[in-house]
């Protein structure tokens, strides 16, 4: 949404040992900031995504070291979302800022221009974040065993939401940031069903709205 926003991404494909895939995103997970998504895409796929290309980098590395102590063997590519074209492209293309404002089926779960995104200290308190959430009616997503995202309208809201979360759960991570086009797709989906209800929150690897933020 802005021109300086930022976000990377790792398509780290199993070639062999598919059956471990769950057991390296669980230690990945365990091990990444909360500012990092892992995910799974299908049977043999590992998405990361991250706001920098430092912190994507670290966690390509923490992948790495979990896969050879694993004795699973990944493929990874690296990318870069452009907002303007919309859509993830080769980090040595150049990038340009969104000029257009959102067309309004983006906003179908309201006028979400901001995210709370919570890493909790256990899969219990993740879960029962979530219940409290979903109870209130929070357009979220789930990220793994322990990470929520939440949309909220505005960075008032945003970070009012978080200072309750964090009552919640004192150890929980959580960070307060602007909603990318991508991001916003995600929770959309992940309300209303379509795409990325169907358990791939990570789309494809073209733009706009046809499912394809992965």
Do not use: C
């Not at 059956?19 to 995103?25: D, M, Q, T, Y």
């Not at 590992?46 to 004795?71: D, N």
């Not at 979530?130 to 065993?145: N, Q, T, V």
């Not at 009552?167 to 929980?172: E, G, R, Y």
């Amino acid at each position: 949404m802005s021109g300086t926003y930022e976000e990377w991404r790792i398509v780290a494909k199993v070639l062999h040992r598919r059956e471990a895939l769950l057991g390296v995103v669980d230690q990945l997970l365990a091990i990444t900031p909360a500012d990092v998504d892992v995910h799974t895409r299908g049977r043999d796929e590992i998405m990361i995504y991250a706001f920098t290309k430092a912190e994507l980098r670290s966690a390509e590395q923490a992948l790495a070291s979990i896969a050879e102590s694993e004795g699973v063997t990944v493929q990874t590519t690296l990318t870069r979302w452009n907002p303007a074209e919309e859509q993830w492209q080769d980090p040595e293309l150049p990038i340009e800022p969104m000029e257009v404002p959102l067309d309004p089926e983006w906003i179908a779960v309201g006028e979400l221009g901001w995210e709370v995104r919570v890493k909790a200290q256990a899969r219990k308190n993740a879960r029962r974040i979530e219940k409290d959430l979903r109870a209130k009616g929070r357009p979220l997503f789930i990220d793994g065993l322990r990470r929520i995202t939440v949309g909220v309208a505005d960075e008032h809201e945003a970070r009012q939401l978080a200072e309750e979360i964090r009552w919640a759960d004192p150890l929980a991570a959580i960070q307060v940031r602007p909603l990318s086009r991508w991001r916003r797709w995600r929770i959309r989906e992940a309300v209303l069903g379509g795409y990325a209800a169907s358990g791939d929150l990570g789309g494809g690897d073209g733009g706009g709205g046809n499912g394809g933020f992965g």
